[in-house]
Nanobody, 125 residues
Framework: QVQLVESGGGLVQAGGSLRLSCAAS????????MGWFRQAPGKEREFVAV????????YYSNSVKGRFTISGDNAQNTVYLQMNSLKPEDTAVYYC??????????????????WGQGTQVTVSS
């Protein structure tokens, strides 16, 4: 069974930074699309960022563009989300997900095949 494990969440002050990690095991993901989503209490799951594992191309939601950076380490089969200039509205449980490299609508969560357990990010004002 493929497993995705997030880490790096925690409590930070507004304007601070945090780096999330998503480690994959079970099989290689050299040709996969890897995404980050988040969900705040009482709100719908929201797309955050995505990276094409092979090409390195990235795409971000408007709410995080210019503040967050997604990257990947192929040797360690790990995806990262560097979060800078954090705002209280960024508070949520963050999930990593994996899907087909040929995926077109990368903002649609149901297009992904595997999900991690989530890690809590809390930003204080």
């Amino acid at each position: 069974q493929v497993q995705l494990v997030e880490s790096g969440g925690g409590l930070v002050q507004a304007g601070g930074s945090l780096r999330l990690s998503c480690a994959a095991s079970g099989r290689t993901f050299s040709s996969y699309t890897m995404g980050w989503f988040r969900q705040a209490p009482g709100k719908e799951r929201e797309f955050v960022a995505v990276i094409r594992w092979s090409s390195g191309s990235t795409y971000y939601s408007n709410s995080v563009k210019g503040r967050f950076t997604i990257s990947g380490d192929n040797a360690q089969n790990t995806v990262y989300l560097q979060m800078n200039s954090l705002k209280p509205e960024d508070t949520a449980v963050y999930y990593c997900a994996a899907g087909s490299q040929r995926m077109l609508r990368v903002v649609v969560g149901t297009n992904y095949d595997y999900w991690g357990q989530g890690t809590q990010v809390t930003v204080s004002s």
